[in-house]
């Protein structure tokens, strides 16, 4: 199971980046804000969602497992999605779905069970 966040941690954390989230010409917050916006919502994800079938990656900042099924332990794993750390947070917010995100070629998702993340999103909406 993923590190426990508390609820109204994983909330500030996406509160101190809403501005850039929410409009395009924000700068982008300082990098520690930001990976602790996308740390907080990917382990909230994998908490909501434990498993270990789906791999769910935002470089640099985090990799967790999530979705029941079978566990991945070495090498590629068969689910794998995959999208920049802004691209996450607004899936996690629910700004953008992943079928939006993903028809803009903003989120890359392989295997067949990738697409399950969708149900457990958004984590929070702004």
């Known amino acids: ?6 609820p109204a941690q994983m909330r500030a954390a996406v509160l101190a980046v ?14 520690r804000t930001v990976a ?6 990917a382990r909230t994800l994998a908490n909501d969602a434990p498993g270990g079938s789906v791999e769910v990656r935002v470089p640099p900042f985090v990799a967790v497992q999530c979705i029941d099924g079978p566990r ?21 917010t629910g700004l953008i779905t992943v079928a939006e995100a993903t028809e803009a070629a903003d989120l890359t998702a392989s295997g067949s069970r990738a697409g399950e993340i969708a149900q457990y999103l958004p984590l929070l909406r702004l």
Not at 18 to 31: G, K, N, Q, V
Not at 36 to 41: G, M
Not at 72 to 92: D, I, K, Q, Y
Request: with cysteine; net charge neutral; aromatic share 4%.
């Open 72 to 92: 991945h332990t070495r090498g590629t794993p068969p689910n794998v999605v995959e999208c920049a750390p802004r691209v996450w947070l607004r899936l996690a």
């Open 1 to 6: 199971m993923a590190k426990s966040i508390d």
């Open 36 to 41: 602790d916006a996308v740390r907080a919502t």
């Open 18 to 31: 809403r501005e850039w989230l929410t409009d395009d010409a924000a700068p982008e917050p300082p990098r």
